[in-house]
């Protein structure tokens, strides 16, 4: 541990825990901070007056003002013991040049799993390459955010399965939509043999059939009086530039109705059933023998180190657990390293400095500073979405995906990559027609040390019978709690496990 440059203990010593309660969550504000040397600090919580046992979210808020020469400022979070000894690395943390306000440092899992210890330390250090970053200044107390709520209303095993696979599909998300007036109907991706259940997108409220809704064929439709919500097509897509919240252009001129609140969740349903139809999309195989090196590692139970990078779809944005509400799902890429350390025995140092609103060529030119020095073994690389909105030639997206495993090589020769194909924006939003070409591009680079993902045709294939809406956090270009757990199986898959 470095000297300390400056010791903050509030009110000039260590002080009792305090608690507020804000209805959905406890507020902790620490027992002491402490700046170290090189711009990390040392906080100490007690929690001993949080009445919960766990909890599923947890959230450290620092006040924090970004400045000075440099480019994205990335910390480290860590777990300390009483000494100031780091434990282990809890989460990544990266943002924008020159941000100035309460910055998120999500600390759950090891909260979930220390919460009864009494009293919590962690580190939050810089941890991009020397010379990177710009500089932060905290100020304030960083509150530690801890939700009431202990337990996920489902089951993760089952979320896991892959869609591709068996009789059962459990949680699929439908947003019921009326047109012209009609009863409000939604499509299931099989046609069900037996309905086991609906339930809200929360999964904390059960709909009866026949009460609330009807199942003709794959269609779930909504009956006249029942408690489901819905909405109008009109809603969804109309000419109205003024419409609540948000609203984005539409490739034919119009508009569609955009949020990055729980809009849609509110009103999509989670649909578990049984079914016999077989699945005639993609089916993600191993890349075994052409990641020989992670295979290797993986199956003898060694350490792995692994790297995410990309935009906000691998900062986990519109999974619920991030977005701090029901039903708490976890971030693909957390699922995915959680998954391969439960499956494999593994430890899984996984960092994830990605960061929402970035292109490839963003990755280019940050790399060296958030990812290359790290030397991992594997490296899961997540842009596309934003680079097609510019838009960029896929001669110009291959480039900087080319120059980033370059960097990334030039540390670590044996380093070995998943290019992750996005699922797809909303047409109506956006022409398919950049990302297109860039599926086509990644699978050609697919070779010794290279796999691809390809969630962009696993969309494609549950959209013959769906709606965009039916599984989206935002309308545009976010992934719901469906869609998460098909990119955490869609990347299982490829890493061997199913």
Same mark, same amino acid.
């Given at each position: 541990?470095?000297k300390w440059?400056?010791?903050?203990?509030?009110?000039?010593?260590?002080?009792?825990?305090?608690?507020?309660?804000?209805?959905?969550?406890?507020v902790?504000q620490?027992?002491s901070?402490e700046?170290?040397?090189?711009?990390?600090?040392?906080i100490r919580?007690?929690?001993s007056?949080?009445?919960?046992?766990? #909890? @599923?979210?947890?959230?450290?808020?620092?006040?924090?003002?970004?400045s000075?020469?440099? /480019?994205?400022?990335?910390?480290?979070?860590?777990?300390v013991?009483?000494?100031?000894?780091?434990?282990?690395?809890?989460?990544?943390?990266?943002?924008?040049?020159?941000?100035?306000g309460?910055?998120?440092?999500?600390?759950?899992?090891?909260?979930?799993d220390?919460?009864?210890?009494?009293?919590?330390s962690?580190l939050?250090? +810089?941890?991009?390459?020397?010379?990177?970053?710009?500089?932060?200044e905290?100020?304030?107390?960083?509150a530690?955010?801890?939700?009431?709520?202990?337990?996920?209303?489902?089951?993760?095993?089952?979320?896991?399965?892959?869609?591709?696979?068996?009789?059962?599909?459990?949680?699929?998300?439908?947003l019921?939509? #009326?047109?012209g007036?009609?009863?409000?109907?939604?499509?299931?991706?099989?046609?069900?043999?037996?309905?086991?259940?609906?339930?809200?997108?929360?999964?904390?409220?059960?709909?009866?059939?026949? *009460?609330?809704?009807?199942?003709?064929g794959? %269609?779930?439709?909504?009956?006249k009086?029942?408690?489901?919500p819905?909405?109008?097509?009109?809603?969804?897509?109309?000419?109205?530039?003024?419409?609540?919240?948000?609203v984005?252009?539409?490739v034919d001129?119009?508009?569609?109705?955009?949020?990055?609140?729980?809009?849609?969740?509110?009103?999509q $349903?989670?649909v %578990?059933?049984?079914? /016999?139809?077989?699945?005639?999309?993609?089916? +993600?195989?191993?890349?075994?023998?052409?990641l020989?090196? /992670?295979?290797?590692?993986?199956e003898?139970?060694?350490?792995?180190?692994?790297?995410?990078?990309?935009?906000?779809?691998?900062?986990?944005? /519109?999974?619920?657990?991030k977005?701090?509400?029901?039903?708490?799902?976890?971030?693909?890429?957390?699922?995915?390293?959680d998954e391969?350390?439960?499956?494999?025995?593994?430890?899984?140092?996984?960092?994830?400095?990605?960061?929402?609103?970035?292109?490839?060529?963003?990755?280019?030119?940050?790399?060296?500073? @958030?990812?290359?020095?790290?030397?991992?073994d594997?490296?899961?690389?997540?842009?596309?979405?934003?680079d097609?909105?510019?838009?960029?030639?896929?001669?110009?997206?291959i480039?900087?995906?080319?120059?980033?495993?370059?960097?990334?090589?030039?540390?670590n020769?044996d380093?070995?990559?998943i290019?992750?194909?996005?699922?797809?924006?909303?047409p *109506?939003?956006? #022409? @398919?027609?950049?990302?297109?070409?860039?599926?086509?591009?990644?699978k050609?680079?697919?070779g010794?040390?290279?796999?691809?993902?390809?969630?962009? #045709?696993?969309?494609?294939?549950? $959209?013959?019978?769906k709606?965009?809406?039916?599984?989206?956090?935002?309308?545009?270009?976010h992934?719901?709690?469906? @869609?998460?757990?098909?990119?955490?199986?869609t990347?299982?898959? %490829?890493?061997?496990?199913?």
């Open positions: 541990m470095k440059m400056a010791v903050v203990l509030l009110g000039g010593s260590l002080v009792q825990a305090q608690v507020l309660d804000q209805g959905w969550r406890f902790v620490p027992q901070v700046v170290l040397d090189g711009g990390a600090v040392l919580y007690d929690l007056k949080v009445p919960l046992e766990t #909890s @599923l979210n947890s959230v450290i808020w620092y006040k924090g003002k970004v000075g020469e440099g /480019s994205n400022p990335s910390f480290a979070v860590w777990a013991n009483e000494a100031g000894a780091k434990i282990e690395r809890v989460s990544e943390a990266t943002f924008k040049p020159n941000t100035d309460s910055l998120p440092f999500p600390v759950s899992e090891y909260v979930r220390h919460l009864k210890d009494g009293t919590v962690f939050i250090a +810089p941890r991009a390459a020397p010379g990177f970053s710009q500089t932060v905290f100020t304030g107390k960083p530690l955010a801890i939700v009431k709520v202990q337990k996920p209303n489902y089951e993760l095993k089952e979320l896991l399965a892959p869609v591709w696979q068996g009789s059962r599909m459990v949680n699929e998300t439908v019921p939509t #009326s047109y007036g009609k009863p409000a109907e939604g499509n299931l991706a099989f046609i069900p043999s037996k309905i086991i259940s609906v339930k809200n997108y929360a999964l904390d409220k059960t709909y009866e059939e026949g *009460k609330d809704y009807t199942v003709d794959r %269609t779930i439709r909504l009956t009086g029942g408690s489901i819905f909405f109008n097509y009109e809603e969804l897509y109309h000419n109205n530039p003024q419409a609540k919240p948000r984005m252009e539409t001129g119009g508009y569609l109705t955009f949020s990055e609140s729980a809009l849609f969740n509110d009103k $349903l989670a %578990t059933y049984e079914h /016999s139809e077989p699945w005639n999309g993609p089916v +993600p195989q191993s890349a075994k023998k052409i020989p090196k /992670s295979f290797q590692t993986l003898k139970g060694e350490p792995l180190k692994l790297v995410v990078f990309g935009d906000s779809i691998s900062v986990g944005a /519109s999974a619920s657990g977005s701090a509400r029901a039903p708490w799902m976890p971030r693909w890429a957390d699922l995915v390293a391969l350390h439960n499956r494999y025995g593994s430890d899984i140092d996984y960092i994830n400095p990605s960061l929402g609103g970035m292109i490839a060529e963003w990755g280019r030119n940050t790399v060296n500073g @958030l990812v290359s020095f790290e030397k991992p594997l490296v899961i690389l997540g842009f596309g979405m934003n097609a909105g510019r838009p960029f030639s896929t001669e110009q997206f480039a900087n995906t080319k120059a980033m495993m370059a960097s990334i090589r030039a540390q020769p380093a070995e990559f290019l992750l194909m996005s699922f797809q924006n909303n *109506k939003w956006r #022409s @398919l027609a950049p990302m297109i070409g860039y599926l086509k591009a990644l050609e680079m697919e010794p040390g290279v796999a691809v993902a390809d969630m962009w #045709s696993m969309h494609g294939y549950l $959209l013959k019978h709606t965009y809406w039916d599984m989206t956090g935002n309308h545009v270009n992934p719901n709690d469906f @869609l998460v757990r098909v990119y955490a199986q990347l299982l898959a %490829t890493l061997g496990l199913e």
